[in-house]
């Protein structure tokens, strides 16, 4: 990467939330590595830079609109299921701006009441969407792969171009699906237990499991970050 590519990513507002969001993730994965006196500010400095991407989520609410109406008027002649699952998918995503907005404002007291069961909501339909970019990246992925006769060697190369796009989306959304799911109040995961402490399931709270580690958190978050870093790259390029 050069310093053009630095300054162009930079200078976009995509390129600059990609750049905080990587930024903000790996600095969680490295917080175990560091000092103890260090740690307390890289977490810091990780939140600080959360707060100021959901403060930068504020303006896209109309982008959002703009992009599920296109989305919404593109879906004639496409396979019907990634149809359906394209269009609730973009109501998805259109819900989940103003259900966070509410609760950020509840956070700073501009709003009253609490902001706790807004934010639950907000991952809720963070990680519906991560399960429809999936499916939706999957589907690609199975029509991509039915034979296609005539086909020329510039096709099927754009094709496979194609197909690893579609399978790095898939690993990204999966890497925030994790998280998403750890910051459920109800995490879907068991925790577990020696077979000799079968007898103490009776008092076993089955919803209360503990939380992933900040290094994990951060670690998958970096992932994500990185390939979606890649991909914004690779679009600016071309």
Same mark, same amino acid.
């Given at each position: ?95 989940? %701006? +103003? ?11 501009? *709003?009253? !009441?609490? =902001? #706790?069961? &807004? ?92 939380? %992933? +580690? ?11 970050? *990185?390939? !979606?870093? =890649? #991909?914004? &790259? ?5």
């Amino acid at each position: 990467m050069t310093l053009q590519d630095i300054v162009t990513v930079l200078e976009t507002y995509r390129g600059r939330e990609k750049t905080m969001r990587t930024v903000q993730y790996g600095l969680l994965f490295v917080t175990p590595l560091a000092k103890e006196n260090v740690r307390k500010a890289l977490q810091t400095v990780s939140s600080q830079l959360g707060v100021a991407r959901v403060i930068l989520r504020l303006f896209d609410d109309l982008p959002m609109l703009q992009y599920s109406l296109s989305c919404i008027r593109n879906s004639k002649g496409k396979d019907r299921i990634l149809k359906y699952l394209e269009v609730v998918n973009t109501l998805v995503d259109q819900l989940y %701006f +103003p259900v966070e907005h509410i609760a950020w404002a509840r956070d700073i007291k501009v *709003l009253r !009441g609490s =902001s #706790k069961t &807004l934010w639950n909501v907000s991952v809720l339909l963070w990680g519906l969407s991560l399960v429809l970019t999936i499916l939706r990246s999957l589907r690609h992925i199975f029509l991509m792969k039915q034979p296609t006769a005539r086909a020329s060697t510039k096709e099927k190369e754009k094709v496979e171009a194609l197909y690893r796009a579609e399978l790095l989306t898939v690993i990204m959304q999966a890497a925030d699906l994790l998280n998403a799911l750890n910051w459920l109040p109800h995490r879907p995961w068991k925790k577990s237990f020696p077979v000799w402490q079968v007898r103490s399931l009776c008092t076993w709270k089955p919803w209360h499991h503990q939380p %992933f +580690p900040l290094w994990k958190v951060g670690f998958l978050g970096l992932v994500s970050s *990185l390939i !979606g870093f =890649s #991909k914004l &790259l690779s679009l600016q390029r071309s």
